[in-house]
């Protein structure tokens, strides 16, 4: 069975930074795109940012880009988000996906297969 489960969350306030991790299990994940996605309450499911299968291309949301970097560890079939300048805007639960064959990034939801359940951060002004 294919898990994946999101770490690294929590309150902190605005300017902080936080990692957030992702452990997949249930098969590697070395060869497909990966991303991270957030739900803000009373909002829709939107992209934040997605890697490819070796780390060589990422992309960024407009309101994360320079704040956020997005890198993975293919050996411990781990992705990871590392937040700084945090907002209050960027409260939200941010969930782990993963596309089932394809190794190129996109921004797409209805891309991604596998989802985690997500780990809230909230960010106080």
């Known amino acids: 069975q294919v898990q994946l489960v999101e770490s690294g969350g929590g309150l902190v306030q605005t300017g902080d930074s936080l990692r957030l991790s992702c452990a997949a299990s249930?098969?590697?994940?070395?060869?497909?795109?990966m991303g991270w996605f957030r739900q803000a309450p009373g909002k829709e499911r939107e992209f934040v940012s997605a890697?490819?299968?070796?780390?060589?291309?990422?992309y960024y949301a407009d309101s994360v880009k320079g704040r956020f970097a997005i890198s993975r560890d293919n050996a411990k079939n781990a992705l990871y988000l590392q937040m700084n300048s945090l907002k209050p805007e960027d409260t939200a639960v941010y969930y782990c996906?993963?596309?089932?064959?394809?190794?190129?990034?996109?921004?797409?939801?209805?891309?991604?297969?596998?989802w985690g359940q997500g780990t809230q951060v909230t960010v106080s002004s």
């Open positions: 890697i490819n299968w070796s780390g060589g291309s990422t």
């Open positions: 996906a993963a596309r089932r064959y394809y190794s190129h990034i996109s921004g797409f939801i209805s891309e991604y297969d596998y």
């Open positions: 249930g098969r590697t994940f070395s060869s497909s795109a």
